[in-house]
């Protein structure tokens, strides 16, 4: 038995040098694309919570000093960074900044905003009413998480709250 001689070189089984290289540069791309998308949604993730925790402090705080704008008898700005509101029974209560944080003071401090938010730029604002007309009291501060100089930007988040209120006329 003879053995045929073919003319075309023999092929073995497998992949080529260069088709392997191709594969793991492909590989290595979608690798390095699927990385960057997660770090951006997880970044972006950290963002909307930080935010989330500033807006929650602020609305509560806004929304307690508000109520106490509507149900004050006498409202007062001695100075641009404090309110004083005098309710019916004569009892005064103070609203500002202490210690970084939005507080009422009747006696002693009470928080309005949690430790790990810092309060800025507390004003106030008396507009007196005319003719029979209720006065008017503008109260705006600024609300941080975290610190812009040391923190990623993503783990900042800054917010203004602000209200102008009309205080009753009984």
């Given at each position: 038995?003879?053995?045929?001689?073919?003319?075309?070189?023999?092929?073995?089984?497998?992949?080529?040098?260069?088709?392997?290289?191709?594969?793991?540069?492909?590989?290595?791309?979608?690798?390095?694309?699927?990385?960057?998308?997660?770090?951006?949604?997880?970044?972006?993730?950290?963002?909307?919570?930080?935010?989330?925790?500033?807006?929650?402090?602020?609305?509560?705080?806004?929304?307690?000093?508000?109520?106490?704008?509507?149900?004050?008898?006498?409202?007062?700005?001695?100075?641009?960074?404090?309110?004083?509101?005098?309710?019916?029974?004569?009892?005064?209560?103070?609203?500002?900044?202490?210690?970084?944080?939005?507080?009422?003071?009747?006696?002693?401090?009470?928080?309005?905003?949690?430790?790990?938010?810092?309060?800025?730029?507390?004003?106030?604002?008396?507009?007196p009413g005319?003719?029979g007309s209720?006065?008017?009291?503008?109260?705006?501060?600024?609300?941080?998480?975290?610190?812009?100089?040391?923190?990623?930007?993503?783990?900042?988040?800054?917010?203004?709250?602000?209200?102008?209120?009309?205080?009753?006329?009984?």
């Open positions: 038995m003879e053995q045929a001689v073919s003319s075309e070189p023999m092929r073995e089984d497998g992949y080529t040098l260069i088709e392997v290289l191709v594969v793991i540069t492909l590989v290595a791309l979608i690798a390095i694309t699927a990385t960057r998308l997660l770090f951006t949604s997880l970044a972006g993730a950290g963002k909307a919570s930080a935010l989330a925790v500033v807006k929650q402090n602020g609305d509560h705080a806004i929304g307690v000093v508000e109520r106490a704008i509507r149900d004050a008898r006498v409202a007062d700005c001695p100075a641009p960074s404090s309110l004083i509101l005098t309710d019916g029974n004569g009892v005064d209560t103070t609203y500002s900044i202490v210690s970084g944080r939005v507080a009422s003071t009747i006696a002693v401090n009470v928080f309005l905003t949690s430790d790990r938010i810092v309060a800025e730029s507390f004003s106030c604002v008396l507009t005319s003719s209720p006065d008017v009291v503008f109260v705006s501060f600024q609300l941080r998480l975290g610190d812009p100089s040391a923190d990623r930007p993503s783990e900042v988040a800054v917010e203004r709250f602000e209200t102008r209120t009309t205080l009753r006329t009984y």
